[in-house]
C-alpha cells in the first residue's frame, strides 16, 4: 500500500541484498473499483498522489541498489500477488507484517495473513519495527513441499548473516497424546 508503514517496510528490504537479492517488482493492487474514475471523478487528484508515493518508493529500491519494476493492477491483492508470483516465476514474496490489535489477526496485517494461507511461494513476512533482516527468523513448518522449499531459503540464510533462526512446528496435542509422544522427538 502506499502508508507510511508501508514505506518503512520498503526502507528495511536493503538487508535482502546480503542473501543475493538483486531484483524486485514492486506493486500496487487497487481493489475491484477503486481503479482511477471509477468511484468518484474528484478523486484524481488522490492518484496522483499515490502515484508519487509509489514513484518514491521505487526510488528507495532503486537506491538500495535492486533493479526495479513496478505496476499497477486492479484485483484481489492477495489473489493477485500469488497469481503474478507462479506466472512469472519469482523466488519469494516480501511482504509488510505489522501489528494491528484492531484486526481480527493481532500479529500480521490482513495482506500478510491472507497471502499465507494461499501463496505458493515463500514468504518473507518483515515487522517494519524490526528491521534487521536475518537478525532472529521465525521459520514455521507444516512439513508440506512449499515449506520445503521455503526452508532452503533458511539454510541460505544461516549460512549467511542470519544471526538467530527458531524453527517452529505445532501439534495438535489431542493427535499425539498419549499413543505418539515417544516419536515426538
Known amino acids: 500500500d502506499l502508508s507510511n508503514d508501508s514505506t518503512t517496510f520498503i526502507n528495511?528490504?536493503?538487508g535482502l541484498k546480503a542473501y543475493g537479492t538483486k531484483e524486485c517488482l514492486l506493486l500496487q493492487i487497487r481493489v475491484p473499483g477503486e481503479a482511477l474514475?471509477?468511484?468518484n471523478p474528484y478523486k484524481a487528484t488522490e492518484f496522483v498522489e499515490y502515484e508519487k508515493i509509489f514513484q518514491s518508493q521505487k526510488e528507495i529500491l532503486e537506491k538500495q541498489g535492486y533493479k526495479v519494476e513496478t505496476r499497477i493492477l486492479t484485483g484481489f491483492l492477495a489473489n493477485e500477488i500469488n497469481r503474478i508470483a507462479i506466472e512469472e516465476d519469482y523466488s519469494a514474496i516480501a511482504a509488510g507484517a505489522e501489528k494491528n490489535c484492531l484486526s481480527v489477526d493481532?500479529?500480521?496485517s490482513a495482506l500478510a495473513s491472507e497471502l499465507?494461507?494461499?501463496a505458493q511461494k515463500?514468504?518473507?513476512l518483515i515487522r517494519p519495527d524490526g528491521c534487521e533482516v536475518g537478525n532472529h527468523v521465525l521459520f514455521p513448518t507444516?512439513?508440506?513441499e512449499n515449506a520445503d522449499?521455503?526452508?532452503s531459503y533458511i539454510v541460505e540464510m544461516a549460512a549467511g548473516k542470519a544471526k538467530k533462526i527458531t524453527l517452529f512446528h505445532v501439534q495438535d496435542k489431542s493427535r499425539i497424546s498419549p499413543h505418539l509422544e515417544d516419536r515426538l522427538e
Open 37 to 39: 474514475g471509477t468511484i
Open 122 to 124: 515463500p514468504i518473507l
Open 116 to 118: 499465507i494461507y494461499i
Open 142 to 144: 507444516d512439513f508440506s
Open 12 to 14: 528495511c528490504l536493503g
Open 149 to 151: 522449499v521455503a526452508f
Open 106 to 108: 493481532a500479529f500480521f
